[in-house]
């Protein structure tokens, strides 16, 4: 994976619906166009990597990106999980998010329950990697401090 680390930044839109609903695991979706902006020969995939909520604190995350076969996508898409409970929502907010590593490839399960249990497993993939030394250094990168500019929505 030669573009890792990835450094990619943009505003947080409405996925589909079922992260939080479906899965219990919440995500959140940047837009078409950053997820076109990702270089083509990322592989599609699970990965893991440090988020940041406007200027927030950098949290731990798990992240998609592809189809996800189980739901049969059309669209392309990216969608990250961080590893924290939020008391609100936040779209239109902006997400700074910095890939490390990948975990395994995207791939079909036979029910809710298996992928569940499979996303389950990634974010404590995530965990265990991201408390390694050479990862945990990432997580006070400069990237992760918006200018005042640049905030959403005064947050």
């Known amino acids: 994976m030669r573009h890792l680390p990835y450094f ?58 592809g189809w996800n076969p189980f739901y049969k996508n059309i669209k392309k898409s990216v969608e990250t999980h961080i590893i924290h409970t939020f008391k609100e929502d936040f779209y239109g907010e902006i997400l700074s998010i910095v890939i490390i590593g990948y975990i395994r490839p995207e791939k079909n399960f036979d029910s809710l329950e298996a992928l569940i249990s499979a996303i389950q497993e990634d974010i404590e993939e995530a965990k265990r990697q991201l408390d390694l030394p050479e990862h945990l250094k990432l997580k006070e990168d400069n990237f992760f401090h918006l200018p005042e500019g640049k905030i959403a929505n005064n947050h």
């Open 8 to 65: 990619c930044r943009g505003e947080v839109v409405k996925g589909f619906g079922r992260g939080s609903k479906e899965l219990g695991i919440p995500t959140a979706n940047f837009s078409e166009q950053v997820v076109e902006s990702f270089p083509s020969d990322i592989s599609t995939g699970i990965y893991y990597g440090w988020a940041c909520v406007g200027n927030g604190d950098v949290h731990k995350m798990v992240l998609s990106i």
